[in-house]
């Protein structure tokens, strides 16, 4: 009558020592180029690690899935994914979103925000692409769905972020900070200062000729290279040396509109030999990192 036996054979144990880490596949560093959006049909592109991180779903990384969507011209296409939080970014074209809180208008360069999402329609006018990104990797691994929205969404207007980023420009150089950039926010997260309550991003400048120094996260983040002129790139490495270079870094290339994976824990340093501005759109699991208290960034001063 009682079920101790059937439960018990579930049971498995392991010596401490030899378990305490096992052995997960690592995230890969892996660049998603813009090509894969440039052409065909109306669609969405799932940037898709799944068979790397031996996930049953499509992941981008444990926690979050970054998507390109392609939208021919006059076309539209309705997204709806379990998420938490979704992160919009307009690489090209222009057009409107309609959701159940209302409809927004876009074009290239403007960044937006929804929670809890049971289906919103996108309409271009012209050619375009958004890069979304969202948490539903996250959920699926908990096996959950949200029951209610935990932030309003929010619209971030490419001129709102490129005039908060050009006054901080001349200070940040003078004070050689290792970022000339704004972390986005939203009035339901000022307690982690971060995007929505799970995900972040930063809107960067990379000035011509600048070198940002290394620096680590527990974070994944899935960068989105905004603009970039030629030979800027990232290096990425597990260590730094005493004098606080990479050591046998991965050099991953910025070239604008698109992405590529900074593995969480990896020193990072972004590097502009150009004669042109650069701008990075990093997206991160970092709002529930802050939150758990884990985010442990590191810079290299
Ligand atoms: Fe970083």
Redesign the pocket.
């Known amino acids: 009558m009682y079920h101790n036996d059937q439960w018990a054979q579930q049971v498995v144990s392991w010596e401490y020592s030899s378990a305490a880490t096992p052995d997960l596949h690592e995230v890969p560093i892996q660049p998603f180029p813009a090509s894969l959006y440039e052409q065909g049909e109306t669609r969405v592109i799932a940037l898709d690690l799944s068979a790397e991180l031996e996930t049953p779903y499509l992941a981008t990384a444990p926690n979050l899935l970054a998507n390109y969507i392609r939208i021919c011209a006059g076309e539209q296409i309705t997204t709806s994914v379990t998420a938490t939080s979704e992160v919009y970014f307009v690489l090209r074209g222009s057009g409107r979103t309609e959701t159940a809180d209302g409809v927004i208008t876009w074009q290239q360069g403007d960044a937006f925000t929804l929670p809890c999402n049971s289906g919103v329609t996108h309409y271009a006018d012209d050619e375009s692409a958004l890069y979304w990104s969202h948490d539903a990797p996250l959920l699926q691994y908990m096996g959950v769905a949200p029951v209610r929205p935990m932030f309003s969404p929010a619209f971030y207007s490419k001129a709102y972020m490129c005039s908060e980023v050009e006054k901080l420009r001349e200070i940040a150089i003078r004070e050689n900070r290792n970022r000339v950039g704004i972390i986005l926010g939203n009035n339901a997260c000022t307690k982690t200062k971060t995007m929505t309550h799970t995900m972040w991003s930063l809107f960067n400048l990379l000035p011509a000729g600048a070198v940002q120094k290394p620096?680590r996260?527990q974070s994944v983040?899935l960068d989105l290279a905004v603009f970039s002129g030629p030979d800027t790139y990232t290096l990425i490495g597990k260590k730094v040396d005493p004098e606080g270079n990479i050591i046998h870094p991965v050099k991953a290339m910025w070239a604008t509109g698109s992405v590529f994976v900074?593995p969480p824990g990896w020193w990072?340093s972004h590097h502009n030999e150009s004669d042109q501005d650069a701008y990075v759109f990093?997206v991160q699991d970092a709002g529930l990192h802050t939150y758990m208290r884990t985010l442990d960034i590191q810079f290299i001063r």
């Open positions: 620096h996260h983040a900074t990072h990093p």
